[in-house]
Structures are given as C-alpha cells and as structure tokens.
C-alpha cells in the first residue's frame, strides 16, 4: 500500500488529502511516507526504538511461573501481590493475566 500512494501521488492522481481518504490513512501518513522516500529511497516501515520495555522482564517472569506452579488456585490479584513482594515490581491483574496466558498457561 505505501508504494501505491507514493506512485499514486507521483503521477499526479490525487492530492495528499485525496490520497489519504482514498487509502483510509491519516493526513500525515502520506507527507511522512513521501518525505522518507526522498530522503532515504526507501519506504520500508521504520522500526520503532523508544518502545517501552516490557515491565516484566524475564527474571520476573521466572517467580511468576514459581508462584503459579506454587498454588494455582491463587487470583490475579494474589499473584500480582506475592510477584510484588518478591520483587518490588508492581504491575496490575491484566499484565500478570497477559503473562501467564503468553507462557501457556
């Protein structure tokens, strides 16, 4: 799609507006995705490096799985309090979910 609205705007068949709603993207898109071809030849995405890190990182991870394999009947929010007093990582009920359904559980 990013070379159709690049060809699209070089033959002259839209105006960056036009293009956009045609493409059902943001006015911004295309300037950007017109910009970044000038400048580098290339439209490629770009990757994203101030991305966040993941507030659980493996060593968490690792008590998490513990804790689970300890008592399995423990609630979200159990888990979240003993993962906090293990570690001093505070997360909330949806991220210890998220972890335990990415490790299969």
Known sequence: ?????????????????QLARRF????????????QERE???????????APKPTLQPPHL??????VQ???DATLLQL???LQQQTQCQV?????SRAIKKNGR
Not at 24 to 35: F, G, Y
Not at 40 to 50: F, L, N
């Open 70 to 72: 300890g008592d399995d």
């Open 1 to 17: 799609m990013r070379q159709k609205i690049v060809d699209r705007y070089n033959n002259g068949e839209g105006s960056i507006r």
């Open 62 to 67: 690792q008590v998490l799985e513990q804790l």
């Open 40 to 50: 580098t030849h290339s439209i490629a995405p770009q990757a994203y490096v101030d």
């Open 80 to 82: 979240a309090n003993r």
């Open 92 to 96: 909330s009920t949806s991220t210890i």
């Open 24 to 35: 059902a993207v943001s006015p911004d898109c295309v300037p950007r995705l017109l910009k």
